[in-house]
Every structure is written in C-alpha cells, then in structure tokens.
C-alpha cells in the first residue's frame, strides 16, 4: 500500500514535519500556501533528511515560484486547479522515480561511482567512499544520461523519460535540477565535465572527465 503524506494549509504544519519523519511516507504533497511558514521551507526541511518524493500543489503559477520549490529539492509542481487524475498521474510518475529497478550495472568514473542497481552514487573522500544523496527526480535524470552514454538525450525525451508523457515545455525543471546534479557530482559544477548541456539540444553525460 503506498503510503501519502499530505501536507494542505492545516495549521498543524510542523507537526507534519515529524509525521513525515515517524511515518515514512512513500510520497508527499505539500501545498506551498502554508500559513505561518513558507512551503520552501518546509521543503528544504525535508530534504534535510530525506529523499521521498515531494510533489507541490500552488495557485501560483509564476516560473520564479516554480524554480524556487524545485531547487529547494521539490520533484514535481501541480498548479490549482487541477483534475484529479492529473494529479493521480504525477503521483505515479513521482513513485515510480522512486521505485527500485532490477539489476544493472555499476558506472564508475575518476570522481564518483554510479550503481545503477542500488540507486546510489558514491565518491572519493578523505574518511574513503561517502555517498551522495539525490533526490528520486535527480537520480532519474542520472539514470536516464548514463544509459545513454556519450548519446545527446534531447530536452523533450528528458522531460518525458523522468516526468511523463505530457511534459514538453517545463525546461525550467531540467535546468534547476541539472545544476543540483553537477552541484552534487561535478568537481566544478560551473565547467561540468561529466553532464554537458547541449545548447539548445539536450544534455549528454560522458564517464570519462573531459577537458
């Protein structure tokens, strides 16, 4: 049974919080018109110690607030109002980032090694191998590059691949959780040698560090 923590404009919201930590819920859904606290921040609160997928409910539909929820680790951006089986529809697609494939094969690069199996990523570090932490969407991007090795995988089939079938336009979804991936896995996010944009194009991940 898969477990949905909502989170709607309740003034219990911090005791949300610790429901989410208690309960460990499969999937949650925060509504960002939160009175008393930013839904950003709640957010980022949960990102603090967890990876569950997070899918955003909001009247505001400005792209400013969109890229704010996703770079604070939000998987996915429901605008109100919305149909249910829309919402139902991201509500899948969310899990089944989340959801754990059979096995495959280990990616293993000069700076950080990727187990496509166990969904986990881990580097060198000073105290020997530390994993990374990404979210379900992050991975999936990362999933979908390395699979594609050396191939361009186009905005479109990025978008549709990780998020589903009827999204073409959100490009701002690529572009903020991108720049989380290279943040967390580049050694200088600013000159990525591992997840190359394509101006235009795509993106394209290479496991050998180019210069």
Same mark, same amino acid.
């Given at each position: ?95 089944? !980032?989340? %959801? @754990?494939?059979?096995?495959?094969? #280990?990616? *293993? ?6 187990? =496509?199996?166990?969904? &986990? ?11 990374? !932490?990404? %979210? @379900?969407?992050?991975?999936?991007? #990362?999933? *979908? ?6 191939? =361009?995988?186009?905005? &479109? ?13 959100? %490009? ?40």
């Amino acid at each position: 049974m898969t477990r949905v923590l909502v989170v709607d404009d309740e003034p219990q919201i911090l005791r949300a919080l610790a429901l989410a930590a208690g309960h460990h819920p499969d999937v949650v859904v925060l509504d960002l018109g939160l009175p008393g606290i930013d839904g950003v921040e709640v957010i980022r609160g949960l990102r603090g110690w967890s990876t569950v997928p997070i899918v955003v409910l909001s009247v505001r539909d400005g792209e400013r607030d969109k890229v704010s929820a996703l770079d604070a680790g939000a998987d996915d951006y429901v605008t109100k109002p919305f149909g249910i089986d829309e919402l139902m529809a991201r509500l899948r697609a969310a899990l089944r !980032r989340a %959801t @754990p494939a059979d096995e495959e094969p #280990v990616m *293993v690069t000069p700076d950080f090694t990727i187990d =496509l199996s166990a969904k &986990r990523v881990h580097r060198p570090s000073d105290r020997g191998d530390e994993e990374v !932490r990404l %979210t @379900p969407t992050e991975w999936h991007l #990362v999933e *979908v590059l390395v699979r594609h090795q050396g191939k =361009l995988v186009s905005q &479109r089939q990025l978008l549709q691949e990780v998020w589903g079938p009827e999204y073409h336009d959100e %490009t701002a979804y690529l572009r903020v959780h991108m720049a989380n991936v290279r943040r967390k896995l580049e050694p200088e996010p600013s000159r990525p040698r591992y997840f190359l944009t394509e101006p235009g194009m795509g993106y394209r991940f290479e496991s050998t560090a180019t210069t």
